[in-house]
């Protein structure tokens, strides 16, 4: 049972970047995805999240029209592109799975905008 992140990285301002997120040993489309990040010296933060289904998703306000969560079930397989990336994004980014009975946390991944 894992989630793996990919993706990440260094990007000027104003760039983009697409984290991915892959799933193994559970019944990914029964789970909600998440992404969440944690800059150094703050909590960990929702950044956007996706229902089981990719119906529904929702995000922070910092991130509104910048940033696009989606996943494909078939593959089990969560995404974030981000674009239009400000330094104040340089985080660590981890995804999360959860449902009812469970929560399952990536290992997280660095992502540093900067010139």
């Known amino acids: 049972v894992q989630l793996v992140e990919s993706g990440g990285g260094l990007v000027q301002p104003g760039g983009s970047l697409r984290l991915s997120c892959a799933a193994s040993?559970?019944?990914?489309?029964?789970?909600?995805m998440s992404w969440y990040r944690q800059a150094p010296g703050k909590g960990r933060e929702l950044v956007a999240s996706i229902t089981s289904g990719g119906s529904s998703t929702n995000y922070a306000e910092s991130v509104e029209g910048r940033f696009t969560i989606s996943r494909d079930n078939a593959k089990n397989m969560a995404y974030l592109q981000m674009n239009s990336l400000k330094p104040e994004d340089t985080a660590v980014y981890f995804c999360k799975a959860d449902n009812s009975f469970r929560t399952l946390w990536g290992q997280g991944i660095q992502v540093t905008v900067s010139s």
């Open positions: 040993g559970f019944t990914f489309s029964r789970y909600r």
